[in-house]
């Protein structure tokens, strides 16, 4: 069973503030992908991180965003001729995206500072939620970051660098994750089982890097090539542009799409092996709960991933598909931690023995 040796030193309030600013990132990944779906990260050109929170208020302020649009290589190879109109649809897509940064930020530094001052964070959660509100910081520079390499000399934002900034906003939503569940439970402070422990980290790095080749398939538009499943146009792997030599690995939409479907691949699999050695080996309860619903969650995200993929990138599975991987990551981090917190039954059977002695 699941053992919390100590629980004075819980929060709930803590882990509730932080589980909603998880739910939040969720979003704004969410959110992320249709405006890269729609191609409208590009619509604004500066970055203002107090001002832009206001969307244009007049005529003349929209002329000059569309402007400073119309100066960028995206509108002169894809949306030349482009109405003001139109430009205020993908511009509606990119502010709500900046909007919903801001107000992760204030949705975790306000109530940080409160619960600060009443003394309510454990002591030993206080320097990850400081680590977080600086990370969460740091993504904002990094989106910056990402949108200055597609503003010239390029029709969109690059791969890589769109790839960073999902895996920073992962990393972050990991984080929440995991410190609202110490929040919740309590300190605990028995020795986890080693071996165990490893596995269930293993799970969550392939999870993690299965994302990151979600947002290289996203960057380079490659989930609108080679739209059937399981073959790659009725041929078992992709052509590959080999002359772009390692970058390949960055840039060639078949090799990025066929490293996703390889990695969703190891992720199930490995998952599935998981769960039959945890029921078999008997471990402690709640670990194999936690890893059958990890496998439930990653079977749905696979027939997610088939139908965006043989849509040709329909919206709404695609944006179900993102979710779907920021849930998937969500359930192996609980899993990892669920296991960390766990003891052997048989641990667990002597000690209730004992005491009935």
């Known amino acids: 069973m699941l053992r919390f040796q100590s629980l004075q030193d819980r929060s709930v309030p803590t882990a509730v503030w932080l589980g909603s600013v998880?739910?939040?990132?969720?979003?704004?990944?969410?959110?992320g992908g249709i405006t890269r779906l729609t191609e409208s990260g590009l619509s604004i050109t500066e970055w203002a991180p107090v001002?832009?929170?206001l969307p244009p208020l007049s005529d003349a302020e929209w002329n000059r965003q569309f402007e400073a649009y119309r100066q960028t290589t995206q509108y002169a190879q894809l949306n030349a001729g482009m109405s003001l109109e139109a430009f205020k649809g993908?511009?509606?897509?990119?502010?709500?995206?900046?909007?919903?940064?801001?107000?992760?930020?204030?949705?975790?530094?306000?109530?940080?500072?409160?619960l600060l001052v009443l003394r309510e964070i454990p002591q030993r959660l206080a320097w990850r939620c400081w680590v977080l509100l600086g990370l969460g910081g740091l993504q904002g520079a990094v989106g910056w970051w990402m949108v200055v390499s597609g503003l010239a000399g390029r029709v969109d934002v690059a791969p890589e660098r769109l790839t960073v900034h999902l895996g920073l906003a992962l990393v972050i939503f990991v984080g929440l994750v995991w410190t609202a569940l110490e929040a919740w439970a309590g300190?605990?402070?028995?020795?986890?089982?080693?071996?165990?422990?490893?596995?269930?980290?293993?799970?969550l790095g392939l999870v993690f890097v299965q994302c990151?080749?979600?947002?290289?398939?996203?960057?380079?538009?490659?989930?609108?090539?080679?739209?059937?499943?399981?073959?790659?146009e009725g041929a078992l792997w992709p052509p590959i542009d080999w002359s772009l030599g390692?970058?390949?690995f960055l840039h060639d939409q078949g090799l990025v799409q066929a490293m996703h479907r390889m990695g969703g691949y190891a992720v199930f699999v490995a998952v599935l092996i998981f769960v039959?050695?945890?029921?078999?080996?008997?471990?402690?309860?709640?670990?194999?709960?936690?890893?059958?619903?990890?496998?439930?969650a990653v079977v749905i995200q696979a027939v997610l991933g088939i139908a965006t993929l043989m849509t040709a990138l329909n919206p709404w599975l695609a944006g179900l598909h993102q979710a779907g991987g920021v849930a998937v990551l969500g359930l192996a981090t609980w899993l990892l931690w669920s296991v960390r917190r766990s003891q052997p039954r048989m641990f667990m059977n002597a000690a209730t023995s004992a005491r009935a002695l």
Do not use: C, K, Y
Not at 194 to 203: H, K
Not at 277 to 296: C, I, S
């Open 22 to 31: 998880a739910l939040l990132v969720t979003a704004m990944v969410v959110v």
């Open 51 to 53: 001002t832009g929170a």
């Open 90 to 114: 993908i511009f509606w897509w990119e502010w709500a995206h900046r909007l919903l940064g801001r107000l992760i930020g204030l949705a975790f530094a306000l109530p940080f500072f409160v």
């Open 187 to 203: 300190e605990d402070h028995h020795r986890p089982p080693q071996g165990w422990s490893r596995g269930a980290a293993a799970l």
């Open 212 to 232: 990151l080749l979600g947002g290289l398939v996203a960057g380079n538009d490659a989930g609108r090539v080679f739209t059937d499943w399981p073959l790659f």
């Open 246 to 248: 390692a970058s390949a």
């Open 276 to 296: 039959i050695q945890a029921r078999r080996r008997r471990m402690a309860q709640g670990v194999p709960t936690a890893a059958q619903t990890l496998f439930v």
